[in-house]
């Protein structure tokens, strides 16, 4: 069954917010860029992986994605992997992933996950949404692959994040993270991948 994911109107209107995020992401060393995007409806519902129980009726489960990124003479191409629902999106720039004897491709996983399996919410903060877990592996060895760039995690959060963390082995690591509160999306960067999670004071 096909999932709703509102109109073809508001899903476009979100899909270019995503490409526009990954655009200022891509440039932004290079030169200053203000985001700024102005819709005119609403993103479509949020899916939650375990809703609040007032919005459990008509949820809708949160997608994952995957995808490649080509390795051509050791040097990786830039890519944006996204999940079906544009909740959750990676982009790594070119030379991104640290090259590899006999490898010639990467590839990319993104899963949300209810975050409070993983652990409780950072000290002062409540979770925002989902959780994302993002992976990455060569595809010959299928080891982890090893960021020489840095990656730019962009999430869309359900009511007012102001903040993004990834989970380290002990503790939640809060990232320079940017919000568009007209898309409902954050965005930071981050040296190493793993579970980030958007999370907003209580």
């Known amino acids: ?9 508001v899903f476009w ?3 270019a917010a995503v490409v526009y995020l990954v655009a200022a992401v891509n440039t932004w060393p290079v030169v200053p860029v203000r985001i700024l995007y ?3 409806a ?27 990124i080509a390795m051509v003479v050791g040097v990786s191409r830039p890519a ?11 982009v790594l720039p070119e030379g991104a992933i640290e090259p590899r004897a006999g490898e010639s491709r990467a590839d990319i996983r993104i ?21 994302y877990r993002i992976e990455g592996v060569y595809a010959v060895s299928g080891r982890p692959i090893v ?12 009511i007012h994040a102001t903040e993004m963390f990834r989970r380290d082995p002990q503790a939640w690591t809060p990232l320079k993270a940017e919000v568009v509160q007209a898309t409902l999306q954050i965005f930071g960067s981050t040296a190493q991948l793993g579970a980030f999670v958007a999370a907003a004071p209580p």
């Not at 069954?1 to 109107?9: D, I, T, W």
């Not at 949820?59 to 995808?67: L, Y």
């Not at 944006?80 to 990676?90: C, E, L, N, R, Y």
């Open 147 to 158: 960021l020489r760039r840095p990656a730019t995690v962009i999430l869309r959060y359900p």
């Open 42 to 68: 609403p993103p479509p519902p949020y899916h939650w992986v375990r809703p609040p129980a007032n919005l459990a009726r008509g949820n809708e489960s949160p997608t994952p994605g995957t995808g490649s």
């Open 38 to 40: 102005e819709g005119d």
């Open 111 to 131: 899963t949300p996950i209810d975050p409070a399996t993983i652990a409780q919410a950072p000290s002062g903060f409540r979770f925002d949404g989902n959780a």
């Open 80 to 90: 944006s992997i996204a999940t079906d629902d544009a909740q959750g999106v990676v």
């Open 1 to 9: 069954m096909k999932r709703r994911l509102g109109s073809p109107r």
């Open 13 to 15: 209107g979100l899909a």
